[in-house]
């Protein structure tokens, strides 16, 4: 993402004007990415799948496996001083949180399920160990290092256990910690079915929503297995929830769950217009077989999804770009987008690349916290954030 008419990140931040003059952010795409032999993730460990780790290792995807754009897809500055990336929440601090003076950041972390490729390569008990180590390393190292760090509890969608997990770190010591469960958005059935119904059960017990986050993991990423290519893997991240949001609305997920709330994290959101109107026109022409919907599906759309900024598609002419947003929020949609960053990958967006000073001061402050703010719960701090031009 490049529209940006202020410095990218690196680069000297505007000075800040006077208390009370802030647009607040929240960043609700921030990874940690250590891998399972780090001590942070380690340590809550069992013994015997340390040493399982160590003699067997970690088991491969099977089939293609697209070659990484790096080795942790990452920006060449956010590597720390002994190598290693995404894994000091100092330096991830240093280089975004009060860079850009954020009052929080949602703390995503897919690395459980792309090593576990889903639970599909590693025997069960062992892959479900590695999701509550990486959820009590969120808990304890990142969330304890700085008081903005909220996490995210991540679940295998199609292992036993997954509801259980999400109660065990909400009753936890850390339990205030976690603000939002998150899932592969590809698996071994379609999201809508009865199957996964405990883990809605689960956020909406706990009133903390359901996110989503590329890549899609498991036997099927895509619904017709692994890609050769990054770029290949990359583009089709938008595709991901063009399967997902009808079976959430045909299945009655959420007639039978009124407060589910999904977050579409890395998912794209341009399409999310005109897809409801394909949704729609399915709908009126085929009810019959859907009598159990109470209303159409773009009612479902803008009540339950909520979508993140990064990566933004750019049309081929600047000049087309609010026609885009302009699109999206008089659809109902304007209270549904939220600034990511991405960091600490090398696609990372600052606030001012995806929410650039040229658009009007209201949607910067919508996009920028205050829909984060509603959704997660999250209090966008007093005088934090970056500069509102306006209050000069």
């Not at 067997?56 to 590597?79: C, I, K, M, N, W």
């Not at 009124?258 to 394909?278: M, Q, T």
């Not at 205050?370 to 701090?381: D, F, I, R, T």
Request: charge should be negative; include cysteine; aromatic fraction near 12%.
């Amino acid at each position: 993402m490049t529209i940006t008419d202020r410095p990218t990140a690196g680069e000297t931040v505007p000075e800040v004007g006077a208390p009370g003059s802030k647009l607040g952010v929240i960043d609700v795409d921030f990874h940690p990415m250590p891998v399972p032999t780090d001590p942070q993730v380690a340590e809550h460990l069992p013994q015997k799948w340390k040493d399982y780790i160590s003699r067997y290792g970690l088991g491969t995807f099977g089939g293609g496996v697209s070659p990484a754009q790096r080795e942790f897809t990452h920006r060449l500055d956010a590597v720390d001083e002994n190598g290693r990336v995404g894994v000091d929440p100092h330096l991830a601090v240093e280089q975004v949180v009060d860079l850009f003076d954020m009052s929080a950041v949602v703390l995503t972390c897919p690395q459980a399920y792309i090593i576990t490729n889903g639970g599909v390569n590693m025997p069960h008990e062992m892959a479900m160990s590695l999701y509550s180590a990486y959820n009590d390393a969120l808990g304890y190292t990142w969330c304890g290092a700085d008081d903005r760090f909220r996490a995210s509890i991540t679940v295998a969608r199609d292992l036993p256990g997954a509801a259980e997990e999400i109660e065990r770190c909400m009753e936890g010591p850390n339990g205030d910690k976690y603000v939002q469960v998150l899932m592969s958005p590809a698996g071994a059935d379609p999201i809508g079915k009865r199957r996964y119904w405990p883990i809605f059960e689960a956020c909406e017990r706990y009133n903390i929503p359901l996110g989503f986050h590329v890549p899609g993991m498991g036997r099927q990423p895509t619904g017709a297995g692994r890609q050769n290519f990054y770029s290949e893997m990359h583009a089709a991240f938008a595709v991901l929830p063009l399967a997902m949001v009808p079976s959430f609305v045909y299945e009655g997920t959420f007639d039978r769950f009124p407060k589910l709330k999904i977050a579409a994290l890395e998912l794209g959101w341009d399409w999310v217009v005109p897809y409801s109107w394909r949704l729609d026109a399915t709908y009126e022409k085929l009810r019959d077989e859907l009598t159990h919907l109470e209303r159409k599906p773009s009612d479902y759309l803008k009540e339950h999804f909520w979508f993140s900024t990064q990566p933004l598609e750019e049309p081929e002419h600047p000049e087309q770009t609010e026609g885009v947003y302009e699109l999206f929020e008089s659809a109902g949609f304007a209270d549904r987008l939220m600034f990511s960053s991405d960091y600490p990958h090398w696609d990372f967006d600052s606030p001012y690349e995806s929410v650039p000073e040229s658009f009007p001061e209201d949607r910067r402050r919508r996009i920028l916290g205050e829909n984060a703010s509603k959704l997660y719960n999250l209090p966008l701090k007093p005088g934090h954030g970056l500069p509102s031009p306006t209050e000069f």
